[in-house]
């Protein structure tokens, strides 16, 4: 399951103050959504590298976020002038925060399943053999731990399992990099997933 979200973005141009240890380089929303947005500035933040935003909604009230740098959109310096390129932000949800405080020694991960038809499909497909695919470029190893939130948002509730990376993808030109995991206790999983999971067929 990769860690999409699937949120309506609005073209919304909002001034952002933005950084990795503070709020010293500047740009502007090209669109902005609730799990993310698009940075136009030409002060680029490397990939998978986490980021304070500044969002400044009027003169007089900003919002603050934490975010994941997730991709790049680079223009050629003669179309700098009309178009400075930027990069898309997935905004982190407060459980990752959170999850990275408790668990500062352990790489975490949220997964998101916006309805049951999702968390279904997921079900079918990886989840019910005991792992997952995460999109991901953090550099992690074969046999390392991590921790990964299976957020059911449409029952407002979580799962959350350890699990151990088994594989890791390297970039293609047509895919992201990514990690396979399986969860340590894959009885368990089911346990807690069997609830928000439709009844077996008769």
Known sequence: MTEKRQHRRFKKRYTVRFGTTDLS???ITGDISKGGAF???RDMVPLDTRVHLQVQLDPKNFVLFEGIVQRH???PAELRQVDPGGFGVRFLYPGEVVADIVNKDTTTFEVH?????QLQ????????????FI?????????????VSLCLDFAN???EQEAVVVHISLPQSTTRAGVSVMFSDRTALE???KPFLPPPAK
Do not use: C, F, H, S
């Open 157 to 159: 509730e979580t799962v």
């Open 191 to 193: 346990e807690q997933l």
């Open 39 to 41: 940075i136009l500035t």
């Open 135 to 147: 999109l991901t470029e953090k550099p992690l190893r074969i046999q390392d731990k991590v921790i």
């Open 25 to 27: 380089k500047q740009g």
């Open 121 to 132: 499909a997921a079900y079918e497909r990886e989840l019910r053999m005991g792992g997952t």
């Open 73 to 75: 959109r680079k223009v």
């Open 113 to 117: 399943y916006t309805n049951a038809e």
